[in-house]
């Protein structure tokens, strides 16, 4: 078999039906552009579950009557931090004053200024940081300290990550839906492209196989076809991803991640999952193409 002219036929036959050429490539890499784009979401969610799963605490807010003990020393304030720092399921205690909150609050969102005008010190409680030796067991300290004396309100940090990987989750589930449907237009053109190349070229394969070639030789360059607008489309997902990085991610999510909210999308990421795409591309254009030949193309 030779090669050279493999790849001659490769190329004839995208540059013949090059609309059709192009419109497969598109839909391949918008689909595997939002797979890519699921992935990278899976990603910074087992970063950031990596990053709070064992910084996650329960907040202890104190009733407004004790906001102003800035040092915890009078009661009920020092009572319960003497039961939170003996408890056996408690790992460490820091009492935050209401001035350490604020100062805290703007730290966090120096870069929003209008929220900081909005925001005064009197609506931010002094509260208890509670680090648990097991953050599953969050429910015990919960039942334990609601309603004791001084205390207004137990609450759970890892409920709030709970409730936004969530939100994430959806965000990601809702762009493989997408990816799918987009996926299932790539393999129609596919097909369809297939079968136009090989139409058009039916009276040269028909004359290929009378002097003796394999059915294998004369159905490899449509084949090949698939797998080659796969791979470019999977390249045009890829850069399509650094771009959106560039260009829309590190500028949108830019607040959230300068306050260690969230974790940045780094071209690592980008790296770590090309791979995948390109798989994914090579495998569904070849898959689709052998079937197509096998069940629709006589050659």
């Known amino acids: 078999m030779r090669f050279s002219f493999v790849l001659t036929e490769v190329v004839n036959g ?21 797979l890519g784009g699921g992935l990278l979401v899976v990603r910074m969610i087992d970063h950031m579950r990596a990053d709070y799963g064992d910084k996650v605490e329960v907040n202890v807010f104190l009733v407004k009557a004790v906001w102003p003990d800035k040092g915890c020393t009078d009661q009920p304030c020092a009572g319960l931090k003497s039961n939170l720092e003996s408890d056996p399921a408690v790992e460490s205690v820091k009492y935050e004053s209401q001035d350490e909150a604020f100062d805290r609050f703007q730290q966090i969102f120096k ?33 334990t300290y609601t309603g004791k004396p001084g205390v207004d309100r137990v609450e759970d940090q890892g409920v709030f ?87 829309f991610i590190d500028d949108v999510l830019a607040e959230p991640i300068k306050a260690n909210i969230i974790p940045p999308v780094e071209f690592g990421d980008i790296v770590a999952i090309s791979p995948i795409l390109l798989a994914v591309a090579i495998l569904i254009s070849a898959v689709t193409g052998y079937a197509t030949l096998r069940l629709y193309v006589r050659t």
């Open 14 to 34: 995208l540059r013949r039906n090059i609309t059709m050429t192009v419109a497969m490539i598109l839909t391949t890499a918008i689909s595997l552009g939002l």
């Open 111 to 143: 870069s929003q200024p209008e929220l900081l005008q909005l925001t005064r010190k009197e609506s931010l409680p002094s509260n208890f940081h509670v680090r648990l030796k097991n953050p599953d067991r969050a429910n015990v300290i919960i039942q």
């Open 161 to 247: 990550l709970e409730r936004f990987f969530g939100v994430l989750n959806g965000v990601r589930n809702a762009t493989f839906v997408v990816a799918l449907v987009q996926a299932i237009a790539a393999l129609l053109l596919i097909s369809n492209t297939i079968q136009v190349s090989a139409f058009t070229r039916r009276t040269e394969v028909g004359i290929m196989r009378l002097v003796g070639a394999t059915r294998w030789y004369t159905q490899l360059p449509f084949l090949l076809e698939a797998v080659v607008a796969g791979v470019v489309g999977a390249l045009l997902a890829i850069g399509g991803l650094i771009g959106g990085k560039l260009l």
